[in-house]
């Protein structure tokens, strides 16, 4: 099948996960980053994308559900003259649910599905018509969901001292109480921050996005973080 027509329905997605998700679809030119001060995304509104393939669309369903595996989607592909639609459906818990799809975005199954689906038990009918996933979505509200105040994190892995920048009282610097050393290699990769993100847990702190070197020596590194209260975690 050629690319075709292509919309992506967001139902559910925990705050921390707003920020990776709205990346994806800004660098795809499928929203406009500069609409809101901080990432928001629209629950229960479809988001028009490019023409896709059908490979592309299994790639890009791998790349939100390991981007954000808490996150429930409906991925559709518009029907030809010549092929029928495609729906890919995930909710955490209930897994990926697929089915061809008819000019309303409906499943469409042959006859032969149909006659091995009525063999089966209920409870295995329901599933091969994707009605929990159906249900499940129905349950999710709509509305916006916005990308929790992100802090700066400074981490120097040599002292293992953690930095969180303007997050105390008055919004003074907080600083992280356990120290978290770790190596850095020589080609400036680091050995490991689990660690460092364990301390930042246990202070309250939930990572965005990676840590990432600050300076040429790689002595000093950052990364957002996002209160556990705020982030939805």
Known sequence: M????????????????????????????????SESERPTLHL??????????SIEVTALTVQLIEL????????????TDEWPGSLYRYVP????????????????FTVD?????????PDDRSAALGIPWSA????????????PEPHAARWTPATGEIIVLAAGTSRADLRVPARCPALVEDDGALSDSLAADAALAACGFHRANPWEALNATCRLWGTDVYRTGDAGT
């Open 93 to 108: 818990g209930l897994g990926e649910f697929q089915a061809e799809t008819n000019h309303d975005g409906k499943p469409i």
């Open 44 to 53: 229960g509104q479809p988001y028009d994308l490019d023409p896709l393939s």
């Open 2 to 33: 050629s690319d075709v027509i292509a919309d992506l329905t967001i139902h559910h997605c925990p705050p921390h996960r707003v920020r990776a998700i709205a990346t994806v679809l800004e660098d795809r030119g499928w929203i406009d980053g």
């Open 113 to 121: 599905t149909i006659l091995q689906i009525d063999a089966v038990s």
């Open 68 to 79: 954000a595996p808490e996150m429930a989607f409906t991925l559709r592909q518009s029907p």
């Open 136 to 147: 499940a979505i129905e349950r999710m509200p709509s509305g916006t969901v916005l990308e």
